[in-house]
């Protein structure tokens, strides 16, 4: 009863044990073992003792590296210090408390009925005696769709001090190129993914920080296989019992071999001369029927064939020999999430399409005035395009059923008007979106759309310049000249608006036998069929054209 009446003294000191985990573990070790180490050197023989009871419950008490039924000498116990490690729980008022006199380190936790939060960086302490302490940094998912990345260059090198909120390297995500920054104040030890680096998934290592300076010589040849080959033993016994089974199979299988003359059945036979003459017209020896002892193909029946259908036959021959001339182009990442999402577009959303045309004659002189006062100003120039986002955006707020997204329980109606701008770079298809367009001018939109245009053709947009797009806008017509096409929708947007080009045309005019010339522009609304009913995608057009037809409108 030695042991529990320690177990009563220190009850105290385990009620304000929440006052214990800010301690360091060694402090612990102490604390709690001060009056058990005596009971130790008395020579009390408390391996023996299985449960301790206290307070009517029974207490299991478990020895690492000790059999609890064996006698283990005192001096062996003594030359290290215990292990203290127990589990409280407070409502239950149970305790469980067990102490190793074999161990040299302390754990201590808590049930409380909530798990602890998980840590994004890993820091490892390696069982290698020539690897002190590191973290290891890996790669970080830097948007929602990222499945995994490139580094593009690091910006510190191996042996450079690192603190925190200093950008360590610049990866390129799926969807642009942003910035890495340092969590914590370190050396930048090992570099494991240099410049370049391409087709990193997240949470793979890339680099190695340390504490110390004198600590980065340590990891000149280090390998993250060389951590990673560890577990791999562990999981190496698992494979003995396979091998049983697969030695057992064969037992059975070996019947199914007798009885295998099926394969046989389907086999074509041929004789020799024969099968090389087919070998050499490449012709298979399935669409000759063999005229031979029971069914054989012999010669005479290949040289039949080569009679009726050979000039077929050699037709065939060189277009296995051809040659094809090619240029393997690499997958950009913006280009694997671009394909991904508009196979998921065109495949799960009810595609339909709506067109109209509109008269832009008024948009072009309303354009041309503006663009000179811009220009006495020093603003930049108004586009058509700038004016076609500003019209949309009004029309959507006429029509907000347009600026909504489906989510299977429920349509979600977004109240801001964020229009994303399809914009086409060497590396793939961005669409950087223009927030609140509704409430913005015509020369900040103007000025907003051609920054992310340059950023997006640099490849430096940040994660808050294309998230966040509740419609969007594609313009073929001005830059390519295409007359009308059909966009593919955003997922998860409900709606794109695509631009064709601006042509002259003869129209009726006022009065009988009258014609003048106009310009019109054709656009085409593509909509999800699962929120935007037709009416309501042929009533956000009649807003969107009022709004192009009369542009002064957009001023008021």
């Not at 064996?70 to 490690?85: D, F, G």
């Amino acid at each position: 009863m030695t042991y529990a009446t320690h177990v009563l003294r220190h009850s105290k000191k385990i009620r304000s044990s929440s006052n214990l985990l800010r301690h360091d573990s060694a402090i612990l070790v102490r604390w709690f073992s001060n009056g058990t180490r005596s009971s130790v050197e008395k020579g009390d023989d408390i391996l023996r003792c299985r449960f301790v009871s206290v307070g009517g419950h029974n207490i299991p008490k478990s020895f690492s590296g000790c059999n609890s039924g064996s006698a283990v000498s005192n001096n062996r116990c003594r030359a290290v210090s215990p292990t203290v490690s127990f589990v409280a729980t407070y409502n239950g008022n149970a305790l469980r408390n067990a102490i190793d006199p074999c161990a040299s380190t302390a754990s201590m936790a808590f049930m409380r009925g909530s798990s602890g939060s998980q840590v994004p960086s890993r820091r490892c302490f390696s069982t290698a005696s020539d690897l002190p302490p590191h973290q290891e940094i890996g790669m970080p998912s830097l948007s929602p769709t990222m499945t995994e990345g490139n580094i593009a260059r690091w910006l510190k090198k191996e042996g450079d001090k690192v603190s925190p909120g200093e950008v360590l390297c610049e990866v390129e995500t799926d969807k642009a190129t942003v910035e890495m920054e340092c969590m914590e104040e370190g050396y930048l030890a090992k570099i494991l993914r240099g410049d370049g680096a391409s087709s990193i998934k997240v949470g793979e290592v890339i680099a190695i920080t340390v504490e110390e300076e004198d600590d980065i010589a340590k990891f000149k040849d280090y390998q993250p296989s060389a951590s990673d080959a560890t577990p791999s033993p562990k999981a190496s016994p698992p494979p003995p019992p396979p091998k049983e089974e697969v030695a057992e199979k064969p037992v059975t299988p070996s019947e199914p071999k007798a009885s295998k003359p099926s394969a046989p059945a389907d086999r074509i036979f041929a004789s020799p001369l024969a099968r090389k003459l087919a070998e050499d017209h490449n012709i298979p020896l399935s669409n000759i029927k063999g005229t031979g002892p029971e069914g054989h193909v012999v010669k005479a029946d290949i040289e039949d064939y080569l009679a009726s259908r050979g000039k077929e036959a050699p037709a065939a021959a060189p277009k296995a020999d051809a040659a094809l001339d090619y240029t393997d182009i690499p997958v950009s990442q913006i280009r694997k999430v671009t394909a991904s999402r508009l196979l998921l577009s065109k495949q799960t959303i009810p595609h339909y399409y709506l067109t109209v045309d509109t008269c832009v004659d008024k948009l072009m002189e309303l354009r041309s005035q503006l663009n000179s006062l811009q220009e006495s100003s020093g603003g930049k120039k108004l586009s058509v395009n700038d004016l076609v986002i500003k019209a949309a955006a009004l029309a959507l707020r006429k029509v907000p059923q347009c600026n909504s997204s489906w989510t299977n329980d429920y349509i979600r109606q977004y109240h801001n008007i964020n229009i994303n701008v399809a914009v086409q770079t060497d590396n793939g298809l961005y669409v950087p979106v223009v927030r609140d367009a509704d409430k913005k001018g015509l020369s900040t939109i103007a000025e907003e759309v051609k920054n992310l245009a340059l950023k997006a053709k640099e490849n430096s947009l940040k994660p808050q310049d294309y998230e966040g797009g509740t419609f969007t806008v594609s313009n073929l017509g001005g830059p390519f000249g295409i007359k009308q096409f059909c966009a593919i929708v955003n997922p998860p947007q409900s709606a794109i608006l695509a631009v064709g080009s601006a042509e002259r045309r003869v129209i009726p005019g006022t009065g009988q036998d009258q014609y003048k010339f106009a310009s019109m522009m054709p656009v085409t609304l593509s909509c999800d069929h699962r929120v935007i009913d037709g009416a309501i995608g042929a009533e956000w057009l009649k807003a969107f054209k009022g709004y192009i037809e009369s542009p002064e409108s957009m001023l008021l």
